[in-house]
């Protein structure tokens, strides 16, 4: 799972599937590997846009104290359970899973939320569009032992947690800022002959950073958030175009 600018989600696979419940097959780098793959460009550029059109003056501050907004960001999601906070963030700024005519949302809003509540929404909105990609495609899989996350939410252990809550799934990030360069390298060993092949490069050169146990309490609670996720997401449908 890559919680970047795009909502990625793939696994691969010595078989392809064919029934048209994923997005996308590709061949994958290993000759008897197929990419299985659902994506969308619903992740975490939605909190890069709130950042810049909502807390532009908190950035500049921010930066003028050598400090990371999104740290303050983290900050805020932290001040609050998940059961505190029901406004629901569509993430649909730059598109949606399946409808090019969606727009971004927040629904729920009332006088007494806050700053923090919104913030903790837009993060629980981009976790729910992730899962609706993940379910698809756990539908075709036996069992998934734990999500690997890369991208900006990786940086997040607030918002990593929040995605081990939300699947109830252990989720694992790595020892290194660009997963895509890392890849790179490992293909280049091979070829210089440093490894025998790709999975033996990923072996040496792949190295887990944290994991983290999803809280199953909180995944209850996450489930019925979903729910609702989902049902607000099928209610405004008729609204686009």
């Known amino acids: 799972m890559i919680a970047g600018t795009w909502s990625i989600n793939q696994y691969i696979s010595r078989t392809p599937v064919l029934d048209r419940s994923i997005m996308m097959n590709s061949r994958y780098c290993l000759d008897e590997y197929y990419l299985i793959e659902e994506c969308s460009p619903t992740s975490a550029g939605n909190l890069e846009w709130f950042v810049d059109t909502f807390l532009a003056e908190e950035k500049k501050q921010a930066a ?29 700024l730059f598109g949606s899973n399946y409808n090019a005519r969606a727009k971004a949302c927040l629904i729920g809003m009332g006088s007494h939320h806050t ?24 539908q075709n899989r036996e069992q998934t032992r734990a999500i690997r996350l890369g991208g900006g939410a990786a940086k997040s252990m607030v918002w990593a947690q929040m995605f081990a809550d939300a ?51 909180r995944h209850e609670i996450y489930k019925q958030k979903f729910a609702a996720y989902r049902k607000a997401e099928a209610a405004v449908e008729s609204l686009w175009g």
Request: glycine share 6%; charged share 25%; hydrophobic share 50%.
């Open 64 to 92: 003028e104290k050598g400090e990371n907004i999104f740290e303050y960001c983290n900050q805020l999601v932290a001040t609050m359970e998940p059961q505190d906070q029901d406004v629901v963030f569509l993430p649909f």
């Open 115 to 138: 700053r923090a509540h919104i913030v903790r929404a837009v993060y629980e909105g981009i976790v729910f569009c992730h899962l609706v990609h993940i379910g698809k495609l756990l």
């Open 167 to 217: 699947t109830g799934l252990p989720v694992e990030t790595i020892d290194t800022d660009e997963l895509g360069t890392l890849g790179c390298a490992m293909v280049a060993a091979v070829a210089a002959g440093e490894f025998a092949d790709v999975k033996a490069a990923a072996n040496e050169m792949v190295k887990v950073k944290a994991r983290l146990e999803p809280d199953m309490a």
